[in-house]
């Protein structure tokens, strides 16, 4: 197994811009596309519906072949085309269009997801929605988020109690088994708002303390790397349904507030 990287603040910050540079690539490349004619294809074929574009393969094309330019010893693992190992232990993490079934609806509520793991974990993370022109960066220990009114430092809100929180899921069909529909229902239950849609953007409000928890089950590494530094440098939570690591996806669950997390991971562990 390769050493984890031990990056110092000021490559840190040179390579949180490169992120930066990665999202505003994948934006030019995904834009013309959206709200337009341009082909789907089934991933799944008979067996259901995955959608992917154009869009997602033009920005994924673009984006590997600015880092592969820039960094070369460093790794690639992208939805579209795999997993290209490094020489480095420092692997990129790149989801082009998450919500890919909202971007094909021309909602909103989509975004290019991209993540600079160290070997051992996202160290960096970028999410970015260009059509509003929004972005959230996470690093060192802290996050921002970044729209037409600026740039300032965000921060989750308190929120200790389940029967208090705003809850979000991308979808209850489709992505839950029965086990863990059911998991979900009862804290859908207990909460005072739940909210359907969303896909990453959920937590990009969540990380601007507008949405409470989000849990969601079913997603791969490219689905929730980037969003780790995202929720923690805003001072939220983001685990497995047990509490464990989140980086390799499955069932994540991510909450604002740290005691809200341990309530929620609680009563998931005894719903599963």
Known sequence: MMARANLSGDELRELAAF????????????????RRPFAVDNKL??????????????????????????????????????????????TWVVDPIDGTRAFVCGMAQWGTLIALNDGNR??????????????WIGF?????????????????RAC??????????????GYFTKE?????????????LTRYGGDCYAYGLLALGMIDLTVEAGLKPWDVQALIPIIEGAGGVITRWDGTEASQGGRVVACGDPKLHAAVVDLLRTST
Do not use: C, N, W
């Open 122 to 135: 996202p160290a960096i993370g970028v999410l970015d929605q260009p059509f509003m022109k929004e972005r």
């Open 19 to 34: 992120a930066e540079e990665l999202a505003d690539i994948a934006g030019s490349v995904i834009m013309p596309f959206f």
């Open 180 to 192: 863990e529909s059911a998991a979900f229902s009862a804290l859908s239950d207990r909460a005072r």
């Open 140 to 156: 060192d220990g802290t996050a921002r988020f970044r729209s037409r009114d600026g740039t300032s430092t965000i921060k989750t």
């Open 45 to 90: 074929g008979a067996a259901g519906f995955d959608p992917v574009t154009e869009a997602d393969r033009a920005a994924e094309t673009a984006i590997r072949a600015r880092i592969k330019a820039r960094y070369p010893s460093h790794g690639i693992l992208g939805e579209e085309q795999g997993f290209t190992p490094g020489t480095s232990p420092l």
């Open 160 to 173: 200790a109690a389940i029967e208090d929180v705003v809850l979000t899921t991308t979808s209850p069909t």
